[in-house]
């Protein structure tokens, strides 16, 4: 019986037990170096990213130097360009344009301060290198001598497009009640014919501002104080006001006035009264006008 148990034993495999328990310590032995290869693999891969970033990060820098001093000597160079250009430019088109962005600001913000626009208008005006004493113990910009363009265009009527702001609208209400709807088309014909005036003339005229002048100056005695109190009621700006007033003012003898607007009314004012038939409006641009505002 006990060499039939022994060979059962035998038969599977009883006898070796040790050696499996070898076995299973072999396999676990390999696990650990296999873990270990693992664990090597990782950190050396971890390193490698590591050194990578580094070279990375090394190129980046250079590349951001490099970059940022081709952009600084490019900006160099336009600054450089731009300062020649404005010494091409007409003095008074580089003032303008400080006018310009300032009243642009105004209305973005609902109001800039009289000190604002005067320092940016001043700078401009220094940059321009052109200025002179205006009598009242100021600086003002010089504008150039008009001078009329040797062909005078045809305007259709997409160029005589009225501004349509608040101040406008109740601007013609104004004369229409006030003084008649006559007196509202003659302010239109006015306008247009400044408009005209300033294409010929290559005036880069406020329309809006012409068109106030135009319609307020209108209002008889006192014309202007009335036009600036006007304007300031209903939310203008006060140094857009003043101009709007000192235009008035000179639209019987503003030509020679260094004041773009007042010399595009003052032209209108003429051609008006000459009923269109004046150099600087086209022949067919004035009887349009005409003919649009008859009443």
Known sequence: MASLFGVIKKMFGGGDKPATKETVQDTASGQEAGGNIVNDAIASGQEALNTAKEQASSAVETAVD????????????????????VSEVANSEIVQEAESVAIAAAGAVGGVSGAMTEAVTGMAQAAAGALHDDGEGGLAPTLPPLALKETIDYLDRDHFVVPRSDNVIKAIALIDETVGEKTTAKAMR???YGVAAGHAY?????????????????LGDGASAKAEAFCVENGMWGGLAK????????????????DIEVRAL??????????????????????????????
């Open 243 to 258: 101009k709007v007033a000192f235009a008035i003012e000179n639209a019987s003898n503003g030509l020679s006035v260094d």
């Open 266 to 295: 003052a032209l209108g004012v003429a051609a008006e009264s000459a009923n269109g038939e004046v150099d600087y409006v086209h022949a067919a641009t004035a009887a349009e006008t005409r003919n649009k505002h008859i009443q």
């Open 202 to 218: 290559e005036l880069r005229v406020d329309r809006e501002l012409l068109l106030l002048g135009a319609l307020l100056g209108q």
């Open 190 to 192: 006015i306008f247009e």
């Open 66 to 85: 490099n970059v940022t001093e081709t952009v600084s000597e490019t900006v160099d160079h336009m600054a450089e360009a731009a300062a020649a250009k």
